[in-house]
């Protein structure tokens, strides 16, 4: 009689090798990982432009407010447009009529710098710091359908004069000293996996 004896079968070898398999997955996914990552490119930013998450508080609030004042500024005209046949843009009478902020003078407005609101020409609107502390004075630009808002971060920057036979340009802020506020942080660079 033959004698022999047979090993049992007991998945050993082959947990070892499916073991020693996904441990060579994962670390060749982790040695390439960071290869398959898609790198968006920055734009710097002008000289004139400053990132929105590089302002104060104050500043952040009343960019808040603009943005919101630019949308109901918009409607208004767009209302004129359609049912009176003109090209009518709000005045500082309407806009506080309709208890817009930030042309109203409430608590929010002493607490920001008090500024002083001039409707300079067609959608141009200027607010201007009278106190110390606050947010910069500002230029809300509404002649596009995204807000165009400019702060006076500088102490050289000079205000716009209202003069109804000039015609406006984004050329006489920059010149003036403003500085243009960028909505989207392109100046971070951002990874996205594909």
Known sequence: MIRQT????NGGKEGKWVGGIIVAILFLATVLLPFHQDKTKS?????HQIAITELSPDELAMV??????????????????EFDNKNHWPDMAELSE????PFIEDKSWERKGRHQWQHIDGAIYQGLRTEKQGASSVVLNSN???????LALSRDTIPLV??????????QLIDRGWTQIVFRSDSDEQVQPH
């Open 6 to 9: 047979v090993p049992s079968d």
């Open 98 to 101: 309709l208890w817009l902020a």
């Open 64 to 81: 808040a407010e603009l943005r919101l004042a630019h949308e109901e500024i918009r409607n208004l005209n767009q209302d004129s447009r």
């Open 162 to 171: 209202i003069n109804r036979e000039a015609v406006f340009e984004t050329q």
């Open 43 to 47: 734009q710097q930013l002008d000289a």
């Open 144 to 150: 596009s359908p995204d807000p165009d808002i400019w």
